[in-house]
């Protein structure tokens, strides 16, 4: 069985990158996960965090190897030297632009196959939706790790120092 990449921005990790990770160590020997340092975008936790976050999520499983990069994926994937990219499809709406990037990481590398997985129960489910709706105080335990509901919290609503009040 070959091994596989799963790449994404991971800000973060939720429990339906977790379910596609889960099924595609169906299919595959191994799965890189990995981290994407986008320069262009602001993400909420750094890239330390964020591969802390997905080691400890996926700690139980020795056949996820959690690695991050930078620049184009067809390029991280030649030097891993890996052919396989997964992926996840929550919805229509997700596959047109999947096939579009799927199309033009062949045409930059010509052995690469993208495999495509259905989400499951957190079809619904985006890291932008989850930072969205923890902003704003809900509880989105249950949509991902504790420890990420936790992180989560610790960031939109730090603990105050204590003020001694006398």
Do not use: W
Not at 35 to 53: A, H
């Amino acid at each position: 069985m070959p091994i596989a990449i799963y790449a994404g921005s991971f800000d973060p990790i939720t429990n339906g990158h977790i379910s596609i990770i889960r099924s595609g160590l169906v299919a595959f020997e191994k799965i890189i996960v990995a981290v994407l340092i986008n320069p262009g975008k602001t993400p909420l936790f750094s890239v330390d965090e964020r591969f802390k976050m997905i080691s400890d999520a996926l700690s139980n499983e020795p056949r996820i190897e959690v690695d991050c990069f930078d620049g184009l994926l067809v390029d991280y994937a030649r030097r891993r030297n890996v052919q396989v990219v997964l992926r996840g499809l929550r919805a229509v709406a997700d596959f047109e632009h999947e096939l579009k990037m799927a199309n033009m990481n062949r045409h930059l590398y010509q052995e690469m196959e993208t495999v495509f997985i259905m989400a499951n129960d957190y079809f619904y489910v985006s890291s932008s939706l989850i930072k969205e709706a923890a902003s704003l105080g809900g509880d989105v335990l249950g949509m991902v790790p504790k420890a990420v509901a936790q992180k989560l919290r610790e960031k939109f609503f730090p603990q105050e120092p204590c003020q001694n009040k006398e």
